[in-house]
Nanobody, 121 residues
């Protein structure tokens, strides 16, 4: 099993900033990707940003220029720095990781429990 421990969510005013953290622990050979998804009420869960072990990134158009994903490989931790937050960023943010584990080094997908981000005045 792999555990994803999230922190950093909360209430912030429009234009403010938050930094989300997600640390992975457990039994795995390697972390192949780590990233963040979000789901607003009545909407589908969407990718916010993701980072692969090779350093490639992907993010959604709505957060380009405002959000930055980064990682600390030594701590198996991924961060999401969120600046210039807007009310439409309000959602539950989920940490996600794909890891290789087991004798066959198969890839498994894991999710954190989610952390609420609310942007409101």
């Amino acid at each position: 099993q792999v555990q994803l421990v999230e922190s950093g969510g909360g209430l912030v005013q429009p234009g403010g900033s938050l930094r989300l953290s997600c640390a992975a622990s457990g039994s795995f050979f390697s972390i192949d990707t780590m990233g963040w998804y979000r789901q607003a009420p009545g909407k589908q869960r969407e990718l916010v940003a993701a980072l692969t072990s090779s350093g490639s990134t992907n993010d959604t158009d709505s957060v380009k220029g405002r959000f930055t994903i980064s990682r600390d490989s030594a701590k198996n931790t991924v961060y999401l720095q969120m600046n210039s937050l807007k009310p439409e960023d309000t959602a539950v943010y989920y940490c996600h990781a794909e890891v290789s584990r087991g004798i066959l080094r198969l890839r498994y997908s894991y999710w954190g429990q989610g952390t609420q981000v609310t942007v409101s005045s």
